[in-house]
């Protein structure tokens, strides 16, 4: 593929779904969910206003409010006081779950995988899960074997989607508690979070018709006579890995056609490092971008 005024290289290479990098732009991802303490009535809700006050005042890992300068969409502050009094399943859905906020966490539990607390809001109001209560928290579930199918559900509407996996059985776990002397009863499964899925990283069963879906990174020099770009971008699903380089004039022609023609998906950029015009086209040219 050529691109008038760019000087591209190109070559096919091996890739895995990766992680995204966080952007400036938010994840279409709110779509009238509420926090914990609402939506279960009467006693529950003024129980879990307690338990999960955190979800009422919503502050970034740094404590910021979302408005305060770099606040991070992607991280939740949970204080310490409430770690020490959740259950050690909580403990270990918390832990996992703040360093993922805007994420849908599949959470596996036997045979199935399981949403919590907001992202239990989510699939009841996207999907019409049916809603329910388990260890202090909404849940919603899925049978494991279906997990690729409800993941494409998910990310099909702008939604990232991460998969947190057990990594030891039930005997494996009486086995290690047995060895580990002087262990408080009381220990759970071990789980750890397997991976991150987007919209510019499926591959195999999740991609979905037959039109490439990419996945861009963009880096911007710019002054007042122009900018100049260094872009790569990929198909995750094909390996096609492809690098431009070009000079633009004051009002991006060359940039906005680039986007127009690719159509990402996904994009990743740096903090604070784009002129406005360069954010203006990006939000110009795509209908539901994850940055």
């Not at 998910?154 to 030891?168: Q, T």
């Not at 991976?195 to 990283?201: D, E, S, V």
Request: net charge positive; hydrophobic share 35%; glycine share 8%.
């Amino acid at each position: 593929m050529s691109y008038p005024g760019i000087h591209s290289h190109t070559s096919s290479v091996y890739t895995t779904a990766a992680r995204r990098s966080s952007g400036q732009f938010a994840t279409p991802s709110s779509r009238g969910t509420t926090p914990s303490s609402q939506g279960k009535g009467g006693e529950g809700s003024a129980k879990n206003a307690q338990r999960y006050g955190f979800l009422i005042d919503q502050r970034d890992g740094n404590k910021r409010r979302a408005g305060d300068v770099g606040f991070d969409k992607n991280t939740l502050y949970v204080p310490e006081k409430f770690m020490r009094e959740f259950s050690n399943f909580e403990r270990q859905y918390w832990e996992i779950k703040k360093n993922n906020w805007d994420t849908i966490v599949f959470f596996k539990k036997g045979k199935f995988y399981e949403l919590y607390e907001k992202d239990a809001d989510i699939g009841a109001a996207e999907f019409d899960l049916k809603m329910t209560d388990r260890v202090n928290m909404k849940m919603v579930g899925v049978p494991e074997k279906t997990f690729v199918t409800w993941a494409a559900k998910f990310i099909g509407l702008g939604y990232k989607v991460a998969r947190v996996d057990e990594r030891e059985s039930n005997l494996e776990k009486n086995m290690r508690e047995k060895k580990e002397k002087g262990k408080k009863k009381g220990s759970i499964i071990q789980r750890t979070l397997s991976f991150i899925l987007t919209a510019g990283t499926l591959t195999g069963d999740m991609v979905v018709g037959d039109e490439a879906t990419y996945i861009m990174a963009v880096k911007e020099e710019f002054s007042l006579e122009g900018a100049h770009y260094g872009i790569v971008f990929c198909d995750a699903a094909t390996g096609q890995f492809s690098l431009v380089e070009f000079a633009d004039d004051p009002g991006r022609t060359l940039f906005e056609t680039l986007m127009v023609q690719i159509k990402p998906k996904e994009i990743i950029l740096e903090r604070g490092c784009y002129s406005d015009s360069t954010k203006q086209i990006i939000r110009n040219c795509l209908n539901t971008p994850i940055l």
